[in-house]
C-alpha cells in the first residue's frame, strides 16, 4: 500500500508532534504526553519553527520547552475538553462503529469517502492530497489508524515508518446524548445541590461555587462529596486547585430542566 503525504511550511499548520499516531486504540491524556515526551526537545522546537509564521518566543526556544509544552497541552484538557470527555468519546466511538460497518460492506474505499478533501483510495495508494509529491511506501508492518476528531479540519500524521494516522471530522459533533425529559432535579437531590451541578458549565473550585452559590464554603464540599459519590461530578487537580465538573451523567440528568 502507499501512501502520498504532504508537509507544510505555511503559517497556519501546526506542528508535527501534535499528530504524532495515537499509542494505542484508548490512550489516556498521560499516555498521549508520555508520547510527546520521549521526542527530542530540538526536534520539537525545529518543528515549531516549522509551523510558526513568526520568530518563536525566547521561552520557546529555550532548555526546557519541553516542560512548557506538556504544561499547555495538560492545561488545555483539564479547562476545555475533560468535563465534556465522556460525551464526546460515546460520538467518537458510535463513529468508529458505523465506519467498521461500512468497511465490511464497501471495503475500504467506502470508508475513506467522507475523510475530508482528497482523501480517496485509487489503485492501490492512499491519496491525502493532490500535490505533486512522491508516494511513501508503507511497509507491511506498519500501523495505519483512522482517528476521529472533534475538530473540523482533516489531516495526517507519522511517526517513523510504522506508525501513520489519518484524522477525521466525526459526524454528529453536537449530537444528542438520549437525556431523559423528566423534570425536577432539585426535588430529586435537593435545591443547594441542583445549584451547584447546574454551575458546573466550566469547571469550578470549591471557593469559585461557594462565590457563585452564596453557600459556605464548607457546604459546597459537603454538597461535592455527594455529587462524587453518585458519579454526577468528577474532579482533577490542576496545580495547587481541584476543579470539580459535571459528567456525562449529570449533563443527562440535568438537561430536562433546561
Known sequence: MGAVFEHYSRPGWFADFLGIPPPSTSPTIED?????SALDEQ??????????????????????VMTHVLGLLEWTWTHTIATDWPRRERILRADIVTRTHRL???GFAGVLQDLGKRREWSDGHLRVNDHDLPTRQLARSARLSLVPSHANGSWVGWDGSDRYAVYYPVTGVLADTGAGRAGGVDRLIGANRARLLGALDVPQTTSGLAAISGLPIGAVGNHLRVLLDGGLVAKRRSGREVLYWRTALGDELLAPSR
Open 43 to 64: 526536534e520539537l522546537i525545529a518543528q515549531l519553527r516549522v509551523s510558526t509564521p513568526s520568530v518563536l518566543p525566547p521561552i520557546l526556544e529555550s532548555d526546557g
Open 104 to 106: 465490511a460492506e464497501h
Open 32 to 36: 498521549e504526553l508520555h508520547q510527546i
